[in-house]
């Protein structure tokens, strides 16, 4: 992510740019990203992704499960 803000020329500091990513995230996932502990890029992107897929899971087991019963 630092290489695309250095080829893009942007200069900010990584609080702001952690902020605008956090800022762009589905809420469902940044509300559970606030939540957890995360100090630099790596962890906020990693933990971002972590919930996505965790959020995937659990609606394509919902829609499993809601086929069972009909």
Known sequence: MEMALVRANIEEETKDTMAHFLNGLNPDIRD???LQKYVEWDDLLHKAVR???QLKRKSVVRRNSSNTFN
Do not use: Y
């Open 32 to 34: 559970v990203v606030e």
């Open 51 to 53: 919930v996505e897929q």
